[in-house]
């Protein structure tokens, strides 16, 4: 995958999520196995330098659980994968861009990009979980929801 640029978008399943899965084979059935391997095959990737893009599919239902609160714990698989906060951001942005080949419009703060911006209080780039208080979004350059 790194030798020819491709990214891996892999559906990084955390365990839990996992183990509300109907296990329709012998490799779902071990959620803990599973989910040990999802890590791993995320690390050495990582630590290779294989392009990454972030992606979920949330598929399962948990009990008082909102869907997109499940998509942030997929975060929790790519800390466990070593992956740091600066290259899980460019996952979810630049390289998501470039991987569906919309990067000259967007995954970037540039001059001539879509304005799509978020801001929260904290530093994602120290904290990745503070992905959770957004208090800010600009869309197309216009603002969608801005904290009060």
Same mark, same amino acid.
């Given at each position: 995958?790194?030798?020819?640029?491709?990214?891996?978008?892999?559906?990084?399943?955390?365990?839990?999520?996992?183990?509300?899965?109907?296990?329709?084979?012998d490799?779902?059935?071990?959620?803990?196995?599973?989910?040990?391997?999802?890590i791993d095959?995320?690390?050495?990737?990582?630590?290779?330098?294989v392009?990454?893009?972030?992606?979920?599919?949330t598929?399962?239902?948990?009990?008082?659980?909102?869907?997109?609160?499940?998509?942030?714990?997929y975060?929790?698989?790519?800390? #466990? #994968?070593?992956?740091?906060? %600066?290259?899980?951001?460019?996952?979810?942005?630049?390289?998501?861009?470039?991987?569906?080949?919309?990067?000259?419009?967007?995954?970037?703060?540039? #001059?001539?990009?879509?304005?799509?911006?978020?801001a929260?209080?904290?530093?994602?780039?120290?904290?990745? %979980?503070?992905?959770w208080?957004?208090?800010f979004v600009?869309?197309?350059?216009?603002?969608?929801?801005?904290?009060?």
């Amino acid at each position: 995958m790194k030798e020819k640029g491709t990214f891996l978008v892999g559906t990084d399943f955390p365990t839990e999520h996992l183990a509300g899965l109907n296990p329709s084979n012998d490799t779902l059935a071990d959620a803990n196995k599973l989910g040990k391997s999802i890590i791993d095959r995320l690390s050495r990737a990582n630590k290779i330098g294989v392009k990454m893009a972030f992606g979920s599919d949330t598929v399962t239902e948990m009990p008082g659980r909102t869907r997109a609160d499940m998509m942030f714990d997929y975060l929790a698989v790519w800390r #466990a #994968a070593d992956v740091v906060p %600066e290259n899980i951001l460019k996952a979810m942005t630049s390289n998501g861009a470039e991987l569906l080949r919309s990067n000259k419009e967007r995954g970037a703060i540039a #001059a001539g990009q879509f304005a799509d911006i978020v801001a929260m209080p904290g530093n994602p780039l120290q904290d990745v %979980e503070s992905l959770w208080k957004i208090n800010f979004v600009m869309k197309n350059g216009k603002v969608v929801r801005s904290a009060k």
